[in-house]
């Protein structure tokens, strides 16, 4: 069982950056796959970023790569977002995401994934 509770969300400018973090209540150790997914108003939920088990393996959505990095602590039961050289077309509700069991892959879909968080709610404005 995982409980997944996001934060770290709130309002910046265009070209700040934000920290989200993930936290994994459900387990004392940390071992399944992670991920970070957003849905603006009226837009479909679309993949951000995901990071393996061990925190080996990374993968980016285009839009992000280069400004959007990953990253773990098993230690702690948390995964991260750090979000650089934000833009407006940021602006979403991001949701951490977690899968059931462990892979040594990135996993991109949202079929990937058996937990969601809450959501926490990223505005970017001009």
């Known amino acids: 069982q995982v409980q997944l509770v996001e934060s770290g969300g709130g309002l910046v400018q265009a070209g700040g950056s934000l920290r989200l973090s993930c936290a994994d209540s459900?387990?004392?150790?940390?071992?399944?796959?992670k991920g970070w997914f957003r849905q603006a108003p009226g837009k479909e939920r679309e993949f951000v970023t995901a990071?393996?088990?061990?925190?080996?393996?990374?993968a980016y959505a285009d839009s992000v790569k280069g400004r959007f990095t990953i990253s773990r602590d098993n230690a702690k039961n948390t995964v991260y977002l750090q979000m650089n050289s934000l833009k407006p077309e940021d602006t979403a509700v991001y949701y951490c995401?977690?899968?059931?069991?462990?892979?040594?892959?990135?996993?991109?879909?949202?079929?990937?994934?058996?937990?969601w968080g809450q959501g926490t709610q990223v505005t970017v404005s001009s």
């Open positions: 995401a977690a899968t059931r069991y462990s892979s040594s892959r990135a996993l991109r879909e949202r079929y990937d994934y058996n937990y």
């Open positions: 459900g387990r004392t150790i940390s071992s399944n796959n």
């Open positions: 990071i393996s088990w061990s925190g080996e393996a990374t």
